[in-house]
T-cell receptor, first 112, second 117 residues
Framework: GQSLEQPSEVTAVEGAIVQINCTYQ??????LSWYQQHDGGAPTFLSY????GLEETGRFSSFLSRSDSYGYLLLQELQMKDSASYFC?????????????FGSGTQLTVLP | DAGVIQSPRHEVTEMGQEVTLRCKPI?????LFWYRQTMMRGLELLIY????????DSGMPEDRFSAKMPNASFSTLKIQPSEPRDSAVYFC???????????????FGEGSWLTVV
């Protein structure tokens, strides 16, 4: 079977740095994505790691280690608007088809 | 670009009624996904299409659920008959073919909030 594990909740203060970890067990692993979802909204794409290492996009960075089946999302200079759920999602490949399977999400609360 | 468009945004229906959710993917995208989100089960992939053809429907919970994609710009997810446990947010998403960013990013619609009473 497939499984993804991430913490259910994280709390941090404005301006701080927070890291959300994700471990996975899958077959057909192709890459790791991160999505953000505000209450009542749609999941929106944040980042994708197809190769080992760090990807940086503004205040957000994402890391992947294929050998450890592990990744993380790093959020710097936290802002109140970053309060949301963050999902890691594995991109699975079967032949030419690819699909995303989501973790259960981490609820990030940013305090003033 | 208009993004993925779903309708209705909200629907309240009585148990036993038929529910039809609609989706228009982003123009040019050839993959379409239907997800369901609940507090208990999170985001679950129900079914996905490539070039209008269903590829994997193993996530469809029961025979009461069916999905079609008659053309590249329209898909439906139907529940008949509906039950209270079907209450959830149903998201449609689409993806472009290819490698790199475009091929590895899916774009979600705003969701259809279904309540079955």
């Amino acid at each position: 079977g497939q499984s993804l594990e991430q913490p259910s909740e994280v709390t941090a203060v404005e301006g701080a740095i927070v890291q959300i970890n994700c471990t996975y067990q899958t077959s057909g692993f192709y890459g790791l994505s991160w999505y953000q979802q505000h209450d009542g909204g749609a999941p929106t794409f944040l980042s994708y790691n197809g190769l080992d290492g760090l990807e940086e996009t503004g205040r957000f960075s994402s890391f992947l280690s294929r050998s450890d089946s592990y990744g993380y999302l790093l959020l710097q200079e936290l802002q109140m608007k970053d309060s949301a759920s963050y999902f890691c999602a594995v991109l699975l490949s079967s032949g030419s088809a690819r699909q995303l399977t989501f973790g259960s999400g981490t609820q990030l609360t940013v305090l003033p | 670009d208009a993004g993925v468009i779903q309708s209705p945004r909200h629907e309240v229906t009585e148990m036993g009624q038929e529910v039809t959710l609609r989706c228009k993917p982003i123009s040019g995208h050839d993959y379409l996904f239907w997800y369901r989100q609940t507090m208990m089960r999170g985001l679950e992939l129900l079914i996905y299409f490539n070039n209008n053809v269903p590829i994997d429907d193993s996530g469809m919970p029961e025979d009461r659920f069916s999905a079609k994609m008659p053309n590249a710009s329209f898909s439906t997810l139907k529940i008949q008959p509906s039950e209270p446990r079907d209450s959830a947010v149903y998201f449609c998403a689409s993806r472009a073919r290819g490698q790199g960013f475009s091929g590895n990013t899916i774009y979600f619609g705003e969701g259809s909030w279904l309540t079955v009473v």
